[in-house]
C-alpha cells in the first residue's frame, strides 16, 4: 500500500532527538507542528531558515528542529536575532521565546526590536510561568493566581504583550491558543511573509506546574479553559463580557518602513555621494 | 429518500463515495496524555495501556486532523487509504 499525502513536516524534524523531552501533553509540541505546518505551507527553503531561542522549556523547540539554530542565552533571542538578519537579510528568522524569556530578561530587547521594526517573527509561547525552573511566576502570570514563588496568589498585574509590542511599533501581531491549534499555521506563514516586526502570542498550557499549582487540572481541562476564555478578533464590539478574557486572531496588520531595507538604502544613498 | 431524485439521494450518495482514512500512532513517542481521545469527534480511539490511544474504528475517521494538529508528542499522522483494485 503506497503512502500518500502524508504529512510533510517530518523532514524539518531531527528524527533521532525524538521523543521530545516535554512532559506528556505539553503544549510546547502542538505549537511547533504549527509552525512546522506554517513553513511547510509557504514552501521555504530548510537552509534560509533561522531558528533562534534563549532558555527555557519553549526554547528547547530548536533542538527537535533540521533548520539553521541558534541556542542564546537568556533572553537574548532576539538581539542575536537581530545580528543574523542585519548580517544575512534574505533569511527567514524565526525565534521561539516564552514569557519569562522575553517579557521579563528580554523586554527590553523585545521593544527595542519592535521599535526599529526589523523583519523578524517572534513566536512567544506563553505558559503563565517559569516550568523549566519549576514554577515560578512571571510577568505573565494572571493576577491572583498561584505559583511556587507566589503561594498566596500573585500580587503582580500581568503585561498584555500584544498592546506594549503594538504601541512599540510591530507591524503584525496576532495571538492565538494550543487550543486553536488549526489556526496556528496560519498566523505562523503571515507572521513569515510580513515585512517588518511580527509578534505572535500563543497561549499554551502548563499543567504540570500552572495547572497543578492553581487546580486547574490536566492538559485537556486547561484546553477547555482557553477555549471558553478566547474570543476571536472578528466579535470585537459585540456585547461580551471581557472580563478575564482575551482576543485571538489577527490583531493588528499594518505597513511601515522595514529596518534592513532602510538600512541598505541609506548605505547606497551614502555611496552614491561619495561618488560623486 | 424515495421521491427525491438520485443526486439529491444523499445516503447513496455518502455510500459511493465515502472516504477511508489510516492512522498510524507512533507508540514510542506518545506520552498517554489523552488529548487526542477527548477530541476526536468521531470517537476513534479509547484509552488503552497506560493512557495510550487504541485506534478502535478506524473506518469512522473523517480526516478532521484535530488529533494529528493537537498531538503534542507529533505521534499521529493521518492518510488516505488507498483502495486495493478489485
Not at chain 2, 470517537?43 to 478502535?56: C, D, F, H, R, S
Not at chain 2, 508528542?73 to 488516505?80: G, K, Q, R, S
Amino acid at each position: 500500500m503506497a503512502i500518500k499525502e502524508k504529512s510533510g513536516i517530518k523532514k524539518y524534524l531531527r528524527l533521532n532527538k525524538f521523543p521530545h523531552i516535554w512532559c506528556g501533553g505539553c503544549g510546547n509540541g502542538i505549537v511547533l507542528r504549527g509552525i512546522l505546518q506554517g513553513i511547510d505551507d509557504l514552501g521555504l527553503e530548510q537552509n534560509k531558515i533561522v531558528m533562534i531561542s534563549g532558555i527555557g522549556c519553549s526554547s528547547r523547540m530548536p533542538g527537535y528542529v533540521d533548520f539553521n539554530t541558534l541556542h542564546t542565552a537568556h533572553g537574548r533571542a532576539i538581539a542575536f536575532a537581530t545580528g543574523v538578519k542585519l548580517a544575512k537579510p534574505d533569511l527567514h528568522v524565526i525565534i521561539i521565546t516564552g514569557d519569562g524569556d522575553c517579557a521579563a530578561i528580554g523586554g527590553n530587547h523585545l521593544i527595542h526590536a519592535a521599535r526599529r521594526n526589523i523583519d523578524l517573527t517572534v513566536v512567544i509561547l506563553n505558559n503563565s510561568i517559569y516550568g523549566m525552573t519549576s514554577g515560578q511566576y512571571s510577568p505573565l502570570t494572571p493576577y491572583g493566581s498561584f505559583a511556587t514563588t507566589a503561594p498566596y496568589g500573585n500580587i503582580e498585574q500581568s503585561f498584555d504583550l500584544c498592546e506594549l509590542v503594538s504601541s512599540a511599533g510591530a507591524t503584525y501581531i496576532a495571538r492565538s491558543t494550543t487550543y486553536h491549534a488549526m489556526q496556528i499555521p496560519k498566523l505562523i506563514a503571515a507572521g513569515i511573509e510580513n515585512s517588518g516586526f511580527s509578534f505572535i502570542e500563543i497561549i499554551l498550557h502548563c499543567h504540570t506546574y500552572y495547572g497543578r499549582k492553581n487546580k486547574i487540572g490536566g492538559p485537556v481541562e486547561m484546553m477547555e479553559w482557553q477555549k471558553s476564555h478566547a474570543v476571536p478578533i472578528s466579535k470585537k464590539g459585540s456585547n461580551i463580557d471581557m472580563t478575564g478574557k482575551f482576543y485571538i486572531g489577527e490583531l493588528k496588520k499594518t505597513r511601515s518602513p522595514e529596518y534592513c531595507k532602510t538600512y541598505d538604502e541609506l548605505i547606497s544613498a551614502t555611496q552614491r555621494r561619495k561618488e560623486s | 429518500m424515495k421521491d427525491l431524485p438520485l443526486w439529491l439521494n444523499l445516503k447513496s450518495l455518502s455510500e459511493k463515495q465515502k472516504k477511508l482514512f489510516n492512522i498510524e500512532i507512533n507508540y514510542l513517542w506518545c506520552k498517554g496524555c489523552g488529548i487526542c481521545i477527548y477530541y476526536c469527534p468521531k470517537k476513534v480511539y479509547t484509552a488503552g495501556e497506560l493512557g495510550k490511544p487504541q485506534i478502535m474504528n478506524m473506518d469512522d475517521c473523517i480526516n478532521c486532523r484535530l488529533c494529528v494538529m493537537r498531538c503534542p508528542d507529533l505521534a499521529i499522522e493521518v492518510y488516505p487509504r488507498e483502495e486495493e483494485k478489485l
